[in-house]
Structure formats: C-alpha cells, structure tokens
C-alpha cells in the first residue's frame, strides 16, 4: 500500500516557476515509477512525466518536455516536478502517482494516485 500526498501547487504568472513534491508512505515506493499527470477543466487526465523506480530514467511528454524535470529522492520517499517556463495551459490539477510499467504513460497502469494539487498560471 502507497499513500501520496502532494504539495507545492499555487499562483503564478506565465513564465514563472513552480516545484511540487509529492511524498509517499509505505515501505514498497522504491518500487513503483513515480508520475505526474494532469487534469484541465473539461478534460481528460493526461500524462506529465516519469520516472523510473532507480531514477536514472525519465520520460516526458511533448507539451512539457525541455520546461519541466522529474525526480525522486527514494531515501526521502519523495518525487518532485519542477516547472519551469510555465504557461496559462499548463494551468491544472496536478496528481502524483505510482505506476507498475514505467514504459507506459496510460492511466491503466498507475496504482495509487494522489489527492491533486491545482496550479494556475496566469496570462
């Protein structure tokens, strides 16, 4: 069992910078590649980023690849996004999660999500 909890979402105007953390209880994170998706009002839960569970791996998807950067602390049982060059349709809940096949960016393979966290970025 794996709970998140993700933190660090907020405000920013177009251009600025935010990092979220999502920490994870539970003795099995290690396992698990950690992503990111998202959800925009009135639309589907897309995928952001992963993570492989050694954190040597990344995987991205286009919208946001070159502006924001994945990672994991395994001895913190944390992962971080850091969003740099943000834009007003990066604007979303953002959910942390712990997905089975690193390979996939699919919801079908993630395990346990977390709570959501908005970000809002302004023009």
């Known amino acids: 069992q794996v709970q998140l909890v993700e933190s660090g979402g907020g405000l920013v105007q177009a251009g600025g910078s935010l990092r979220l953390s999502c920490a994870a209880s539970g003795r099995t994170f290690s396992r698990y590649a950690m992503a990111w998706f998202r959800q925009g009002a009135g639309k589907e839960r897309e995928f952001v980023a992963i993570i492989h569970y050694y954190g040597g791996a990344t995987r991205y998807s286009d919208s946001v690849k070159g502006r924001f950067t994945i990672s994991r602390d395994n001895a913190k049982n944390t992962v971080y996004l850091q969003m740099n060059s943000l834009k007003p349709e990066d604007t979303a809940v953002y959910y942390c999660?712990?997905?089975?096949?690193?390979?996939?960016?699919?919801?079908?393979?993630?395990?346990?999500w977390g709570q959501g966290t908005q970000v809002t970025v302004s023009s």
């Open positions: 999660a712990a997905s089975n096949n690193y390979y996939s960016g699919r919801v079908a393979a993630i395990e346990y």
